[in-house]
């Protein structure tokens, strides 16, 4: 579980994200796709998956929004990304594995973005609060 110190790494790093949600969401949207290209095939109704696409601009700047409401609700992370789990599990049907994928490349758009701030003690923090989230939007799927 996070400790009180990740938490506070976790809110310092997320203070300068959540306002630069829809680039660094559409960075590591685009970074996925193309670096995990089996991931594509879920946004086959998109008509560009580039990082210029506009449509990748919108759905990354929701990811990140949504990552925001996990901050914000950091002791009750389940809590806060219930009803996105539902979605996933029941209407999306995304394998949860690729939750994994996406939590790398955000954690990889982050360390591109605020070098200074990514000590090995923020990695460490961002990798767990990142795996707690996918676990809590893997809730739905059992
Ligand atoms: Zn997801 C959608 C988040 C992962 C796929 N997503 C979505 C949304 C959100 C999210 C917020 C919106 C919803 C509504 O509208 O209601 N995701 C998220 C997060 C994560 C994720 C936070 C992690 C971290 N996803 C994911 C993955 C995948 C996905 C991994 C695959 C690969 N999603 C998806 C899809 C969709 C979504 C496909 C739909 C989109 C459109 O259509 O545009």
């Keep these: 579980p996070l400790t009180d110190a990740d938490k506070n790494h976790v809110r310092s790093i997320w203070s300068k994200a959540s306002g630069k949600a829809e680039e660094l ?8 796709l193309e670096a995990f290209p089996n991931t594509k095939t879920y946004f086959s109704h998109y008509s560009d998956l580039s990082v210029k696409s506009g449509q990748v601009h ?8 949504a990552l925001t409401d996990a901050v914000n609700h950091i002791d009750d992370i389940t809590g806060a990304m219930s009803a996105l789990s539902t979605k996933h599990a029941h209407t999306l049907r995304v394998d949860p594995a690729n939750f994994k994928t996406l939590s790398h490349t955000i954690l990889v758009v982050l360390a591109i973005y605020f070098p200074a701030d990514f000590t090995p003690e923020v990695h460490l923090a961002i990798d767990k609060f990142l795996a ?3 676990y809590a939007l893997a809730e739905k799927y059992r």
């Design 25 to 32: 969401g559409a960075q590591a949207l685009a970074r996925m």
């Design 58 to 65: 919108v759905h990354g700047k929701k990811i990140i929004d």
């Design 132 to 134: 707690e989230v996918s």
